[in-house]
């Protein structure tokens, strides 16, 4: 009997089967535990993602570094080829978009948005000068002289009328072609100095650069010559000097765009330099264009030594 009875409480202790599903398992435990604290786990990993794409836009404003120096851009052909055609067909900057674009570096949204909306602005006053400053020269404006000393300005009446177009005149060659040039060459800049690479093999431009680099440097001569920035350009230049200086002791080469663009601009500066040696004893030039720098117009070589012949 007392066999009998131990039997019983052991079997009375054990849990039937149709009780068995309804307990759980330390497996099923242990996934769901895996399961709830798998954010957790992966939480350190995201982390650490963001903070790795905190530091690549971090270095997208600053120095180039290796790594992107290493993802060399090619040549861009139709970019400086549109570029150099709309400059000269549609006048300066119009593409500048397309320089934003087609930069290496993303540039700061802020600056972008100025500089163009600076760039608009000085571009129409520029405009609106012009269109009055050609129906003067129909009307026989000379432009190698002052305004006062112009034939068919001086002798207007009231004086009054005087004071107007020098003040026009200062709207569209001084207050216009800064809020003109300065935003156009600040982006030029910003987009030079993504243009390197780790690799001194890629230091090198194709075909079609070494021909666009005449046409582009003679347009940035007219530029610097006509809109009378020459210390606006040769800041820029010597800025890029300097950083191509800089980029080399850290081993990091031009790539084709960026020696596209130094080579345009040395270009630029040489024939600015033949020009004023040509133009250097010239008197009238000198009466109008005084002190230390001096960098002629063409518009104003033009007026005094090939359309006073005709």
């Not at 089967?17 to 099923?28: D, Q, Y």
């Not at 305004?147 to 569209?172: C, G, Q």
């Amino acid at each position: 009997m007392a066999a009998v009875a131990g039997k019983e409480r052991r079997a009375r202790g054990r849990p039937r089967p149709e009780t068995l599903g309804a307990i759980p398992r330390r497996e099923v435990g242990e996934a769901g535990l895996s399961r709830a604290f798998k954010p957790l786990a992966q939480a350190p990993l995201s982390c650490e993602t963001s903070l790795r794409k905190l530091k690549f836009k971090g270095k997208k404003h600053g120095s180039v570094s290796a790594d992107e120096a290493a993802r060399t851009a090619p040549f861009h052909l139709d970019l400086w080829f549109y570029f150099t055609l709309q400059n000269w067909v549609l006048d300066f900057g119009r593409p500048i978009a397309m320089l934003i674009e087609r930069s290496p570096r993303t540039l700061p949204r802020s600056i972008t948005y100025v500089s163009i909306i600076i760039f608009i602005m000085g571009a129409s006053i520029h405009l609106v000068g012009d269109s009055v400053n050609h129906r003067l020269l129909f009307s026989g404006y000379q432009h190698h002289l002052s305004v006062r000393e112009n034939p068919i300005i001086k002798n207007l009446k009231p004086e009054t009328l005087i004071d107007s177009f020098e003040l026009l005149y200062y709207y569209d060659e001084y207050l216009g072609h800064c809020m003109w040039y300065i935003p156009f060459f600040l982006i030029l800049f910003m987009y030079f100095s993504g243009c390197f690479t780790a690799s001194k093999a890629e230091s090198l431009m194709p075909g079609p650069a070494l021909l666009l680099v005449a046409p582009s440097g003679l347009y940035y001569w007219y530029l610097v010559t006509e809109g009378q920035i020459f210390i606006l350009f040769i800041f820029t230049f010597f800025a890029m000097l300097a950083l191509v200086l800089h980029q080399k002791r850290k081993r990091l080469f031009l790539d084709s765009n960026g020696l596209f663009l130094f080579s345009s601009f040395a270009l630029t500066l040489l024939l600015v330099a033949l020009w004023v040696a040509w133009l250097w004893n010239d008197p009238v030039l000198r009466k109008k264009y005084p002190g230390v720098i001096y960098v002629p117009e063409p518009w104003a070589f033009y007026t005094l030594h090939v359309s006073s012949r005709h």
